[in-house]
């Protein structure tokens, strides 16, 4: 059983930046897509990224592409999302996800994800 804890989120100011991490545990995650999604307040949950197992072959949403970066260090059993350029819409809690199945792509879903974390705030002042 893998678990996910997600970390880094926290409040910064439009054009600002954060890192956010995902550490797994319980399991390796090396031959895992993971996914990167949000919700924001009163909002349904959206499909932010995702990058393979083997990295960095990645997909983005549009709303964020060209801004966010995930990665993965799979000797650490962790991914990460860089987000830079925030904007106020990218307020919303963050989510770390995956199907759980080796070798089972992920992209643009927000569904089909066996494991998630428990979320991290993140808030964008503009």
């Known amino acids: 059983q893998v678990q996910l804890v997600e970390s880094g989120g926290g409040l910064v100011q439009a054009g600002g930046s954060l890192r956010l991490s995902c550490a797994a545990s319980?399991?390796?995650?090396?031959?895992?897509?993971m996914a990167w999604l949000r919700q924001a307040p009163g909002k349904e949950r959206e499909f932010v990224a995702a990058?393979?197992?083997?990295?960095?072959?990645?997909v983005y949403a549009d709303s964020v592409k060209g801004r966010f970066t995930a990665s993965r260090d799979n000797a650490k059993n962790t991914v990460y999302l860089q987000m830079n350029s925030l904007k106020p819409e990218d307020t919303a809690v963050y989510y770390c996800?995956?199907?759980?199945?080796?070798?089972?792509?992920?992209?643009?879903?927000?569904?089909?994800?066996?494991?998630w974390g428990q979320g991290t705030q993140v808030t964008v002042s503009s």
């Open positions: 996800a995956t199907p759980g199945a080796r070798y089972t792509s992920v992209d643009r879903t927000t569904t089909g994800y066996a494991y």
């Open positions: 319980g399991g390796t995650i090396s031959n895992y897509a």
């Open positions: 990058i393979k197992w083997s990295g960095p072959n990645t």
